[in-house]
T-cell receptor, first 115, second 116 residues
Framework: EADIYQTPRYLVIGTGKKITLECSQTMGHDKMYWYQQDPGMELHLIHYSYGVNSTEKGDLSSESTVSRIRTEHFPLTLESARPSHTSQYLC??????????????FGNGTRLTVT | AQSVTQPDIHIPVSDGASLELRCNYSYGATPYLFWYVQSPGQGLQLLLKYFSGDTLVQGIKGFEAEFKRSQSSFTLRKPSVHWSDAAEYFCAVGDSYGGATNKLIFGTGTLLAVQP
């Protein structure tokens, strides 16, 4: 029933490889987010977007980059993966009206392991 | 700075027993509060939210939460848990002055284990 899709679900990759985590939503939401989640830790916002051609860094510094060329698509890229990037990455979206109280809709996440 | 504290890392309850999960927040203005649930291998699903008005809010799956401003708390409850409720529960606070960002601050989560 999810309207926000993340691929791949699991990714194991070697150090130094370039990777792109995909996120797409079919709800027409303007706002999209990337959170990083580690076991026993809170979710940390690493990137967000108000809309097309708008991207901002979140509260947690990340070496990843994002792009927003289309409303429905918000991919995250790591140019050179390192073991410290091993984590779960969650994509989310929300409506633009009354931004502070619109709930976030989450994808199922991508669990990334860098060896 | 805003913060959210979930003091219980892990809570075991028996199937059919009542549930109470604690959440405390630190925020200077009117908080916007949320409870999310995450089943294994899944993303987060919104259970309920509080913005204003009645301090007891109802959510999905039989959950409810009580907001107490004097205690800076937002407690999640369920009268009778089911084995399918076993999951991790996250409390979050939204910034009422967040403007366009709608950033949420999450707690570290409480893992609910349901015992037969």
């Amino acid at each position: 029933e999810a309207d926000i899709y993340q691929t791949p679900r699991y990714l194991v990759i070697g150090t130094g490889k370039k990777i792109t985590l995909e996120c797409s939503q079919t709800m027409g939401h303007d706002k999209m987010y990337w959170y990083q989640q580690d076991p026993g830790m809170e979710l940390h916002l690493i990137h967000y977007s108000y809309g097309v051609n708008s991207t901002e860094k979140g509260d947690l510094s990340s070496e990843s980059t994002v792009s927003r060329i289309r409303t429905e698509h918000f991919p995250l890229t790591l140019e050179s993966a390192r073991p410290s990037h091993t984590s779960q990455y969650l994509c989310a979206s929300s409506e633009s009206r009354q931004s502070y109280n619109s709930p976030l809709h989450f994808g199922n996440g991508t669990r990334l392991t860098v060896t | 700075a805003q913060s959210v504290t979930q003091p219980d890392i892990h809570i075991p309850v028996s199937d059919g027993a009542s549930l109470e999960l604690r959440c405390n927040y630190s925020y200077g203005a009117t908080p916007y509060l949320f409870w999310y649930v995450q089943s294994p291998g899944q993303g987060l699903q919104l259970l309920l939210k509080y913005f204003s008005g009645d301090t007891l809010v109802q959510g999905i799956k039989g959950f409810e939460a009580e907001f107490k401003r004097s205690q800076s708390s937002f407690t999640l409850r369920k009268p009778s848990v089911h084995w399918s409720d076993a999951a991790e529960y996250f409390c979050a606070v939204g910034d009422s002055y967040g403007g366009a960002t709608n950033k949420l601050i999450f707690g570290t989560g409480t893992l609910l284990a349901v015992q037969p």
